[in-house]
């Protein structure tokens, strides 16, 4: 608040170091207008330094009151000075995802429409500022992120006029609701939203949008602003990469209307209407900074369209600016003290300013966008026009959701994006896909889905998944031309056995199936071979004396909690397996480099230690003595003898 001071008193105060938190409060003097002051008094209000002003006291005509704010700009302050000091600093926020906002506050003609917007030979904050931003952008994309990211440029412009919402982009002369998402962002559904990629871009809708404003004539003003003129560009990054994070910074731009004190504005009829509208809602905007000040738990924002559309601003996640712009002649005395003191207020408001980012389309995207997204004009020019094809913007496509999915948390983890469902038409591949995405996610304990890694990998992924399948297919057919070579073996051998007059008796039948041995003694016996889609143990066809390739259904794992993909088994009989284990060692320990790498799993590279090892130590006594040869651990150990030992045995 102010502080009451002798003029004599010498002033030299500390200053106080705001928190960028904090909403950065300047003030602005209009140059003193000879013409205005009807009296001839002379301004009753003056600078001291940057941060420090006086206005008289009326109480007291020998004292004047001291204000103190984050910065003050005189009457000989420039646009740039304004602009450079307290606007830009703030710009840079918006590319990491936050929120700025600049709003001009101050009785009617005291210079805020000039500080906003100027004029060609004075351009104000707006035209700097959404040049400053191009200008952001265009250092960004030229550094090495470029590479990385999609930057786009966006505005929408509105004005509250009488307490409606109304579009200036395309005027509709239709009252537009302010809606508040889940995170508490403000937005307007249906607002006009235009993609601009130059500041002549933004220049062609801006200037037209701008004589749709609520201006008129009164007493104080000769165009005076009838309305709160809102101008919201919105600045988007998004990444091109995994993990496809999208920052969106959306900048206010306010050019509030004046106070106005009816007595002197002689305004009367519409006029005298417009001017209760605006004076009630600069009352509710001076109560929420109360509220604000005082910690209330309730903030009255939705008092007021402004005060509703400013709740970010104030007390929210923006770093916000206010400029108060104040008249130096006698007759705005009691607005400008007014505006002083609502000023000083605000000082004390606290923004907790926050990085706004969103993952697109990763299996764990929004199933739904925010309806902010969906409600704008959908112009998603990006700046770079190169770059518009590119994958990020495939891949930030909605993510969709099947309805017996409807409700299903683990559906929702999975979804495919869009993009997915495009590319990878097959069922089967996508249903792989999902598949393996499950098992990405529970062997990785971060849970990264397999969605979300970039696409090149995911390509080569999905490469191997679909040689995977290609070689099952192969394996499928395989097995069918086999089965169908035991059946014609079985047919010619009882074709056989029923020409002869079986006097052979017992005489034991041999056919040979590629590497396996069937035998057929006594009772008959048969080679069983399972389908591969047979999971089961069949124990009841098991026969002893058949070396059987069993399949085992979901076999556990023993690695906690970890599910093993179904594993293979070997049940062969004893006197058998002591065959083909006899027969390995035999190979370990007299095979010749080539035999030794006829052996399953045995490369160049082993076979030459294995022989290495022999040269010093001699023969081995047992397969499992291959531990002795360094590299060949037990779990290689078990493998290698599983591999080896039908085929061994079996030869
Ligand atoms: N810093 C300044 N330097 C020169 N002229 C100024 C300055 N500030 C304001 N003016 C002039 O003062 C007049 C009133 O300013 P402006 O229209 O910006 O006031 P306002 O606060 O927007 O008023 P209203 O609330 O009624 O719209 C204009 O003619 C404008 O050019």
Request: net charge positive; with cysteine.
């Amino acid at each position: 608040m102010a502080k009451c001071v002798s003029i004599m008193e010498v002033q030299n105060q500390p200053k106080k170091t705001s928190s960028l938190a904090n909403v950065r409060v300047v003030v602005r003097l209009r140059p003193y207008m000879r013409k205005d002051d009807l009296k001839q008094q002379g301004p009753c209000v003056r600078g001291l330094d940057s941060q420090c002003l006086e206005i008289i006291n009326w109480r007291n005509q020998l004292e004047t009151m001291q204000y103190q704010f984050d910065a003050f700009y005189g009457e000989d302050s420039t646009q740039k000075e304004v602009y450079t000091e307290s606007i830009e600093p703030i710009l840079s926020n918006l590319l990491n995802g936050q929120n700025a906002s600049v709003f001009a506050y101050g009785p009617t003609g005291a210079g805020k429409t000039h500080t906003m917007l100027g004029s060609p030979e004075q351009p104000g904050v707006i035209p700097r500022s959404v040049l400053a931003l191009f200008r952001m952008t265009q250092a960004e994309s030229s550094s090495r992120n470029y590479e990385q990211c999609d930057i786009s440029i966006s505005m929408s412009y509105l004005e509250i006029y009488q307490e409606k919402v109304l579009d200036l982009l395309e005027p509709k002369n239709q009252d537009l609701p302010i809606r508040e998402d889940k995170e508490k962002n403000i937005f307007i559904p249906n607002l006009t939203q235009k993609t601009i990629s130059s500041f002549a871009d933004f220049e062609q809708h801006f200037i037209p949008a701008s004589q749709n404003r609520t201006v008129a004539c009164t007493k104080l003003n000769d165009r005076s602003s009838r309305s709160h003129a809102v101008l919201l560009v919105k600045v988007q990054k998004r990444e091109q990469f995994s993990p496809f994070r999208q920052l969106t910074g959306k900048l206010y731009l306010i050019d509030l209307a004046g106070s106005e004190d009816n007595r002197r504005t002689g305004n009367q009829g519409i006029r005298l209407k417009e001017s209760g509208a605006i004076n009630s809602s600069l009352f509710v905007l001076s109560k929420v900074v109360d509220a604000l000040n005082h910690g209330l738990r309730r903030i009255p924002y939705r008092d007021s369209k402004l005060t509703r559309l400013l709740q970010d601003s104030l007390g929210g996640s923006a770093h916000s600016v206010m400029i108060t712009n104040i008249a130096p002649e006698h007759r705005f005395y009691f607005d400008t003290l007014t505006a002083l003191n609502f000023a000083a207020r605000s000082k004390q408001v606290v923004n907790r300013p926050f990085t706004r980012e969103t993952i697109q389309a990763t299996a764990l995207a929004p199933l739904k966008r925010p309806r902010e997204e969906t409600d704008t004009n959908s112009g998603s020019n990006v700046l770079h026009k190169k770059k518009l094809k590119t994958e990020v913007e495939e891949e930030s496509l909605e993510v969709e959701r099947s309805p017996e999915a409807k409700g299903s948390p683990e559906v929702k983890e999975f979804s495919l994006s869009n993009l997915l469902k495009k590319e990878y038409k097959n069922p089967a591949v996508a249903e792989r896909l999902e598949k393996l995405n499950k098992m990405f996610l529970k062997k990785n304990a971060k849970g990264i889905p397999l969605l979300s890694t970039p696409k090149r990998e995911r390509q080569a992924l999905l490469k191997v998944l679909e040689e995977n399948q290609q070689e099952i297919k192969e394996l499928k057919k395989r097995q069918k031309e086999l089965e169908e070579k035991t059946l014609a073996a079985e047919a010619l051998l009882h074709k056989s056995r029923s020409q002869s007059d079986l006097t052979v008796g017992d005489k034991e039948n041999t056919f040979k199936i590629g590497c396996q041995v069937a035998t057929s003694c006594g009772p008959r016996k048969q080679a069983i071979v399972f389908p591969l889609q047979v999971c089961n143990r069949v124990a009841s066809t098991q026969e002893e004396g058949i070396p059987l390739l069993m399949r085992e259904k979901q076999k556990k794992d023993t690695v906690e909690g970890n599910e093993n993909e179904q594993g293979w088994d070997i049940n062969m009989r004893v006197d058998m397996l002591e065959k083909g284990r006899q027969k390995i060692l035999n190979v370990l320990n007299i095979g010749t480099l080539k035999e030794l790498k006829c052996l399953q799993m045995i490369g160049d590279k082993k076979a030459k230690l294995i022989i290495g090892w022999r040269e010093v130590n001699g023969s081995f006594a047992k397969v499992e003595d291959l531990q002795k040869v360094g590299g060949f651990s037990e779990k290689f150990i078990a493998s290698f003898l599983k591999a080896n030992i039908l085929t061994s045995a079996a030869c």
